[in-house]
């Protein structure tokens, strides 16, 4: 029993995302609402600036690095932090995986 309970801890200490399931529903309306006017409706960028994410552009990074960058922003991407609640960027990012195929 406490060897669960000790693993339970380790696990939920390492990684934040086992408090939460992100959900690509609702990061699909986020996305909608919030990031398909540059990057595209179906992740194909409208600006030529802006990663296609259909084409699996900057998606190689962690969660936590695009977490970071859609919190703080990046050049002509606008920050996000205060806006989006972090789950609501998680959902936004696991969306995001879904546009690359
Ligand atoms: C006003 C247009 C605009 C909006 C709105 C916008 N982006 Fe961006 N985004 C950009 C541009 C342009 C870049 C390229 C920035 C650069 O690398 O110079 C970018 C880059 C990114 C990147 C790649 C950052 C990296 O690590 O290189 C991610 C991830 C991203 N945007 C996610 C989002 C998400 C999620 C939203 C909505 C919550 C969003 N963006 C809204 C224009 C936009």
Redesign the pocket.
Known sequence: MNKILALFIFCVSCSPMWLYAANTTQGKL??DQ??S???GAQGIST?S???NFKRGE?LS?SDF??LK??NSG?????A?IGI?QQQQ?FD??AY?RTLYR
Do not use: R, W
């Not at 990046?74 to 606008?78: E, G, Q, S």
């Open positions: 986020l996305y919030n990031c006017i540059c990057h600006m600036s802006a990663p900057a990074q690095t695009l960058h859609i990046k050049n002509a991407c606008p996000f989006l960027v936004v990012i995001l």
